[in-house]
């Protein structure tokens, strides 16, 4: 109870000392930032399988991503336009036999399976079964997914060796929804397995950050041949992980032995993610252990993902009311200085990372000027989907706001 009443008291108090957050929901027909960005992007993208720039049919981990936040901005405001966007990417996409357009099990790609999370809800509101066996599908990939000799799954087929920490956003709480809603409580155990195993291939002690990835075998060209380590710490990669942690935990019992793993894992990434926020923005770097350096740039998929990362384990209890405060410069930080609204109204999220990644056909090194390179765009899903997600946590709180917007 004191913990609470703490944090009651902590969350007020931010309230009341937010001008910017209050001014800005009601610059916009007083609509929560959360429903002026989905509708935004429904406004650029009239056909939900064009969403993250694309102009052919893709079962794409993005699109899960993006929709899955269209599917809690409709559970938080009860418009039906949201779930049918959703469904529409969905019927697009997956047959009556359950199969799947453009999904190929025995390329075993990991992220693939990000995409089947939002077919949970749609297959619990529509009881249409040609969802459940698309879920199972998915799920069947993970029975025969290669993986290092201590359980850790590549990240793809074609990446022998390798854990990158995207890949546990892309199957962790897929795998876990999946145990809960069917009952499968042996799975749990591989499930914390994943966490423990990138945290341990991973971790940098030298500058107690994470690294991107590791090659276990240490033979890539970017892996370091004592570690097997990348060379950076990527900021969107350890969004990538705080996110999984943080909905990972929603479906693994309290009781489950190595929960308790998954929780210190999330409340070292908070002490990260509060050590490196940029003290004068209130957000967050491209390349984490570089931050401030010639050349790097505040980013906002990495910092979206963290301030949703920090509002969600803050309202569960997972770490301590204190980082709401640091969730709370990181939000003012991203209105500030990611947000833009044009003549039209469409609200549009900039300064975003495209793509990073290791290795491949163009031989990516993973050196600070390869990141700091890449190509950076607005209205990216991976900077989209975070922003909608860390509004809803916000709107949640800040209920006062979120109130006056009613369909």
């Known amino acids: ?16 000392a937010s001008p910017l957050l209050v001014s800005a929901q009601q610059t916009c027909e007083k609509q929560p930032w959360s429903v002026r ?4 992007e429904m406004a650029r993208c009239p056909e939900s399988w064009q969403l993250d720039f694309q102009t052919r049919l893709k079962w794409d981990y993005c699109h899960g991503l993006e929709l899955q936040s269209f599917l809690d901005v409709y559970d938080a405001y009860g418009d039906q336009k949201f779930f049918d966007y959703a469904v529409a990417y969905a019927d697009t996409m997956i047959h009556g036999d359950g199969s799947i357009a453009t999904y190929k099990l025995e390329e075993y790609n990991i992220d693939r399976l990000n995409s089947g999370k ?4 749609i297959y619990e509101q529509t ?23 201590d359980g850790g799954f590549w990240h793809k087929k074609i990446y022998e060796n390798q854990m990158w920490l995207d890949g546990l956003y892309m199957g962790a709480p897929f795998y876990a929804e999946y145990a ?24 940098d002690a030298k500058n107690d950050l994470y690294r991107h990835a590791c090659d276990v075998s240490k033979r890539e060209k970017w892996a370091d041949k004592t570690t097997g380590q990348s060379q950076h710490c990527w ?3 350890m969004g990538w992980y705080a996110m999984a942690c943080v909905d990972v935990l929603d479906f693994i019992p309290k009781h489950e032995a190595g929960r308790d793993s998954v929780l210190a894992i999330l409340n070292k990434l908070a002490a ?13 770097y491209q390349v984490i252990d570089r931050s401030g350096n010639e050349g790097n740039y505040l980013e906002s998929s990495a910092s979206a993902m963290f301030v949703y990362s920090l509002l969600k384990a803050v309202r569960k209890g997972y770490v301590c009311p204190s980082y709401l405060e640091v969730a709370k410069k990181g939000y003012e930080g991203i209105l500030r200085e990611f947000i833009e609204v044009d003549d039209k109204g469409l609200v549009s999220i900039t300064k975003a990372c495209a793509v990073a990644g290791l290795g491949g056909k163009n031989y990516r090194m993973g050196d600070y000027t390869y990141y700091i390179n890449e190509q950076i765009r607005a209205n990216d899903a991976k900077a989209v989907a975070p922003f909608i997600m860390a509004s809803l946590e916000w709107e949640r709180l800040n209920k006062c706001c979120s109130a006056k917007y009613k369909r």
């Not at 960005?37 to 935004?40: D, F, H, I, L, P």
């Not at 499968?184 to 591989?190: E, F, I, T």
């Open 1 to 16: 109870m004191k913990r609470i009443a703490i944090c009651k008291f902590i969350v007020s108090s931010l309230f009341v």
């Open 37 to 40: 960005m989905a509708e935004s």
């Open 118 to 121: 939002m077919l949970f809800r």
């Open 127 to 149: 009881k249409d079964e040609k969802y459940k066996k698309a879920l199972d599908l998915l799920r069947s990939q993970l029975n025969t997914h290669p993986r290092n000799t």
């Open 180 to 203: 809960y809603r069917n009952n499968r409580v042996n799975d749990y155990a591989d499930v914390i397995n994943q966490f423990i195993t990138v945290a341990r291939h991973t971790y």
């Open 235 to 237: 900021g969107r990669a």
């Open 272 to 284: 990260q993610i509060k050590r490196t926020q940029d003290t004068g923005t209130g957000v967050w």
